[in-house]
């Protein structure tokens, strides 16, 4: 072995193991918060809002993990196994609503729905009702509705890769064995996507709790609501990570049943038949199938989108200097996101390939941890981390010179930089690892033995084979940093505002119309994963 | 002169030792097979040859130049040596004329052009030029990754298992038409494979490996009608071994009657107890035949047909017969032996 090898596999070694510290530190320190003495502002929350919080977060759990269940399994279901008049369309434009974030579906509908909305306005007029008839529609079904609406996709996706890998025959079989259709659904086809099902449900319960602007919007209190509240209302950093801490418990559940269906995601047949439309529905039932796949798409799509552009086009004058200015801070924040994460995802899928020590294995899990952790979770961790070190840094500072800094890294771009890699390291690490996967051992050896090394190596056959792997990390990245909200919002340096935030400040103050126009922007970035994921579906 | 010497070498694979006192040697322009079962060190053996594993012990020389030996190893880009990998390994991201030609890249564009023409005659994919590996059909990457290994006019090729991932006409038809492009190129070949048809089909000679060592290097007809152990008779081909003694003359007597080998000579004493392994087409199912037997089993294959038999005493005994033949499980039948060449083993005490 020659010294550059030696030097380049301890690179990877000790690469991995930074990249698990960053994650694995600020999630210790939260829990570190108990440690210190407790405050009157924890014990007020906790005499006064604790048991709300934990019976909506609860509901909120049950909630979304059955709708999304009901919604994402029968769409799978209609999708893979039946023909109806649609269905080939369907099958990807029930992804679609992937593309809106929860907290603009979530103004939205407010927007519609509200006292003043249109659809209220009309049912006054029909039925001759007086003008102070209302509904009110902050209510907790409407936040589970619009959750189930905006997360079953997650579900779907799961569920229907799953139903299609069965292939038709495990189908068949069921059938000769005597089963009726439904009987080999419940028998047969739902028991082995179980795995991909559990998985569904759980990264979409985890959206649901990490969610900030949808339950801010209709005043649903959760764990994040209140941890911003005792961010920005009392300015209490540790009522804050307490919180957090017990956000934290139940992501942990949740991280288990989603890492227990994805290990036993291999309920199938190995095979992926597109062709394994068992069901030919006919008349009424066939029917029954688009319209059911119309209606959640009209609901979960549609109608949010028209309603979005009508707005937006009233409001189109504030596309100005200063606009412009937001969509510069967005996409620069994004960029600056994406190539750090894309570095990382890099660093820990070749780690993972170059050394195969249980410690670099666990390197790599904690370090993809981060999606689970919902952003405002990682907000208080990294500013708990950073104010530790600021003081550090002040007091050597101080000693050194004699001068007194204050804040070095607290407040800085860097901090947000530091939440948003901690959160998206994951999205970045799949799509590398998934292509690094196709440089066997022996294509790097074929390469060898026909003459390719050092420079010609990477430059040949490394970069072109990741080149679609790193491009589709970054561009995940920066469309998911696009849309976060709730770290964006605590994190963000004075002068750094997006177009989430601004989003928020609108839809806060009830302004749906205003905050149309940047949602359209946001919606339209968030196309572009649905359109790879739909690609990739195709292939 | 011999083109490859593996003098002696000794590997280990992983922490376990994966080839001991390892030799053989293979001359310009023929094509070796290694023939074992997996985990016998093949592989290891070929990835010594390659330069991608270090040898403890012993020497590797390609036409007389020094390869390997401990603590000194030319680097696999160095050394003459293309490869056929298992996997294949393709690029993905290139097209088969830029798979082919990536080996001489640093030849003058119309020069690569022309190779790469060349072999995709010869391999008979003239119309993938320019289509990708993910395009292609298992036995269609197969021959692109031999014309890759090719292009650079390697002084010897290996093949890693090369048909294992192809179904079995596909495997046989593409053994000899890879063994007619090794020829028709003049390569120096070695096959390595757990297929005994394979070996066979390719090999102008055979090593029928077990653990880490050869247990016999010899011609395909040779390991099959003269294995030099009890080893090498179970492991290639198939067949039963029955009891005899042996008498003056290379005579045996069995419970078959007297059998006479015109061919070897034994030194054993007369009296020996032997064991002599019958294939299945050294028996013949013969209305004349003087010994009776039972079916137990068939296995019919189409062009013929695998009996199983069971002798009055007991013994089952394999034999092949045209499937005009058609005998009903537990019908008696009449045999009779057509023994050419007879394969006998002094009986081991078990």
Sequence with gaps: MTSAAGFSSRFWYWGSRLLAAAILVPLVVIFGAWLAPTTEVWGHLAATVLPTLIGNTLLLIVGVAIGTMLLGVSLAWLVSTCEFPGRRWFDWALMLPFALPTYVMAFVFLGLLDFQGPVQGLVRQAFGLPASWSVEVRHSASVLAIMVLVLYPYVYLLARVAFLKQGRAALEAAHTLGMTS???????????????????????????????????????????????????????????SQLASLLLLFVFVLLYLERYGRSRARFDNGTTSLDSRTYRLRGLRATAASVYCGLVLLLAFIIPMVQLLLWARHWIDDLDFAYM??????????????????????????????????????????????????????????????????????????????????????????????????????????????????????????????????????????????????????????????????????????????????????????????????????????????????????? | MALLEVEKISCVYGDRPALDDFSFKVVQGEIAALLGPSGCGKTTILRAILGFEPILRGEIRIAGELMSRPGFSVLPERRPVGMVFQDRALFPHLTVAQNIAIGIRREPKADQDQTVRRLLGIIGLGDCYSRYPHELSGGQQERVALARALAPQPRLLLLDEPFASLDIDLRERLSLEVRDILKETGSTAVVVTHYQDEAFAMGDRVGVMKQGAILQWDTPFNIYHRPVSRQVASLVGRGVFIEGILREEGAFDTELGRVQDDHNTYSHPSGTRMDILLRPDDVLIDSEGEISATVTKKAFKGDDTLYTLRLASGTQLLALASSHKDLEIDEETRLSLDLEHLVAFPRTPE
């Design chain 1, 182 to 240: 439904w009987q080999s659904f419940f028998r047969v086809a739902l028991p082995m996507a179980r795995p991909a099902i559990i998985g569904g449900v759980s990264l979409a319960v985890m959206e649901a709790l990490a969610d900030f602007g949808a339950v801010a919007v209709f005043n649903y209190d959760t764990f994040t609501t209140a941890i911003y509240k005792s961010w920005f209302g009392f300015f209490d950093l540790n009522a804050a």
């Design chain 1, 325 to 539: 200015s937001l969509l510069g801070n967005t996409l620069a924040l994004g960029a600056m996101a994406a190539i750090a994460t894309t570095a990382g995802g890099l660093v820990l899928a070749y780690a993972l390939r170059r050394d195969t020590s249980w410690l670099t294995r666990a390197s790599v899990r904690i370090g993809t941890l981060g999606y689970a952790i919902p952003g405002s979770v990682l907000a208080v961790a990294v500013m708990w981390s950073l104010s530790w070190i600021d003081h550090r840094v002040a007091e050597v500072w101080l000693w050194l010179t004699g001068v007194e800094v204050t804040w070095v890294f607290v407040g800085s771009v860097f901090s947000l930089i530091l939440a948003y890699f901690a959160r998206f390291l994951a999205l970045a690490f799949n799509p590398i690892d998934s292509t690094l996967e196709q440089v066997r051992p022996s294509v790097r050896e074929a390469a060898q033995s026909l003459g390719l090394t050092g420079v010609a190596l990477v430059w040949r056959i490394y970069v072109p084979i990741l080149r679609p792997g790193l491009l589709t990390a970054a561009l995940l990245v920066l469309v998911d940093v696009m849309k976060e909200m709730p770290a964006t919002l605590l994190l963000r340096p004075f002068g750094w505002d997006t177009l989430a935030v601004r989003i928020y400040g609108l839809s806060s103050e009830g302004l749906w119309e205003r905050a149309a126009l940047p949602s359209v922007a946001l919606v339209a970035a968030g196309l572009i994963p649905v359109f790879l994921l739909a690609v990739r579906g195709r292939r």
